[in-house]
């Protein structure tokens, strides 16, 4: 009689760590996190150029962006993924540092792609950072001739994303753009000049498709 409650006991913790075992991957297939997603949104960047011995330029913007991504969701509840971001706001302009004809502009367009890692949680939240790189464009004029740059620099962020139904979603999060430098080599009259340093904050709507 005991050997047959040990066997019927040890059948039981069987079943219940297979039946455990398939709940886990099927919430894991479940979770809509496993997805390639497109979305739009709205925030605000808060950045500044600064050019040695002149002045800083502070240029605190509305945006809007664009982004496609997708990821996927592992059993460990641990997620990857990438995506490829465009934020768009106004050309921002500067004029008269050397004299009353030359400006700094820095356009409004900036792509990045990104690298995500995050943890999906089974009340549908995904904590995630991020890390990339992100393309901007100076231009400078200098009265009598005309540069323009297209530059590369780092990006580290972090945000939150909450399912709303089976294909919508909302995310918050903030980037820092660590900038790029330009040196007397391709500009005139300014030793150094520090772009595009500082912060993005976004929130976006996303329409997912599950894998």
């Given at each position: 009689m005991k050997k047959v409650m040990l066997s019927a006991a040890v059948c039981a913790m069987v079943f219940s760590a297979n039946a455990e075992e398939v709940e886990v991957a099927e919430a894991v297939?479940?979770?809509?996190?496993?997805?390639?997603?497109?979305g739009l949104g709205i925030g605000g960047s808060f950045f500044k150029t600064t050019l040695e011995g002149l002045d800083t330029m502070k240029a605190n913007s509305?945006?809007?962006?664009?982004?496609?991504?997708?990821g996927k969701v592992f059993q460990n509840n641990a997620y990857l993924g990438?995506?490829?971001?465009?934020?768009?706001t106004k050309n921002r302009k500067k004029m008269g540092y050397l004299n009353d004809k030359s400006?700094?502009?820095?356009?409004?367009?900036r792509p990045q792609v990104d690298v995500k890692l995050g943890y999906a949680t089974?009340?549908?939240?995904?904590?995630y950072g991020k890390f990339g790189c992100a393309w901007?464009?100076?231009?400078?004029?200098?009265?009598?001739?005309?540069y323009s740059k297209?530059?590369?620099?780092?990006?580290?962020?972090?945000?939150?994303?909450?399912?709303?139904?089976?294909?919508?979603?909302t995310s918050i999060e903030a980037d820092?753009?660590?900038?790029?430098?330009?040196?007397?080599?391709?500009?005139?009259?300014?030793?150094?000049?520090?772009?595009?340093?500082?912060?993005?904050?976004?929130?976006?709507?996303?329409?997912?498709?599950?894998y």
């Open positions: 297939s479940a979770s809509v996190f496993s997805s390639i997603y497109a509305f945006i809007g962006a664009f982004v496609i991504g997708g990438g995506e490829f971001l465009i934020d768009f400006n700094l502009q820095m356009k409004g367009f089974h009340h549908g939240v995904l904590g901007s464009k100076l231009s400078f004029c200098d009265g009598i001739h005309d297209n530059k590369t620099s780092f990006v580290l962020g972090a945000g939150a994303e909450k399912i709303f139904c089976k294909k919508f979603s820092y753009n660590f900038g790029f430098k330009l040196d007397n080599k391709e500009t005139t009259g300014i030793k150094k000049i520090q772009a595009n340093k500082g912060w993005t904050v976004r929130a976006l709507a996303k329409y997912n498709i599950r």
